[in-house]
């Protein structure tokens, strides 16, 4: 039998009566690191929907030019079509009969004009679609930066508690921590 023995004994009666502030450091970083990872997600999404909400924002304006570009033309053809109807009570003042040209240019201006502005509101209803959404996106982003500046609370409040080794203050930081997780698994999930 050799003289030594090969298990550290020492050793193991430290591991075993370990100090309770070192279990205390372990959990506060644990769920310290586990805050932030849902800190970070949180963040992520925060940041895609914002995006998300500007890129269909600045699709809606583009929208919105088009649609008033219509507009212009719709009432330009408007003119015109009054320009032909002076004309042809110009003519008829004058107790002479129009030219059969100046009606039918008043017609077809007519005519263009109502598939002007059927485009024109096209254009705008799809505007409204895309700001709706986006209104939607930004709702979404600011519930996720709640969670975001919950779990941001909740990561300081673990960072002091493992400083000053208080459990009270480790509990609040798990309680903000779980509301802030909270928020964003149900921002993440509607």
């Known amino acids: 039998m050799p003289d030594g023995s090969e298990i550290d004994v020492d050793r193991l ?10 279990a205390l450091l372990r959990n506060i970083a644990l769920t310290t690191a586990l805050l932030a990872a849902f800190g970070a997600l949180a963040a992520l999404r925060a940041g895609g929907t ?3 909400a500007l890129v269909l924002k600045t699709e809606a304006a583009r ?25 042809q009570a110009t003519w008829s003042a004058a107790g002479k009969t129009p030219p059969p ?28 679609e895309k ?3 986006a209104d939607r996106l930004l709702a979404r982003h600011h519930r996720f930066a709640n ?3 919950l779990l941001q609370v909740a990561i300081a ?11 009270l203050i480790w509990l609040v930081s798990g309680v903000l921590g779980f509301l802030g997780a909270g928020v964003f698994v149900l921002t993440a999930i509607r």
């Open 13 to 22: 009666q430290e591991t075993i009566h370990e100090p309770p502030g070192d």
């Open 50 to 52: 914002v995006n998300e």
């Open 63 to 87: 929208l919105q030019a088009e649609a008033s570009d219509q507009w212009a033309y719709y009432q330009a053809k408007g003119i015109k079509a009054n320009i032909d109807e002076a004309a």
């Open 101 to 128: 040209t100046i009606e039918q240019s008043r017609q077809r201006l007519t005519a263009e004009q109502r598939d002007i502005e059927k485009a024109a509101r096209d254009k705008e209803h799809e505007r409204d």
């Open 131 to 133: 700001s709706q959404e």
């Open 147 to 149: 969670s975001v500046a």
């Open 157 to 167: 409040l673990g960072a002091v508690a493992a400083l000053t080794r208080q459990r």
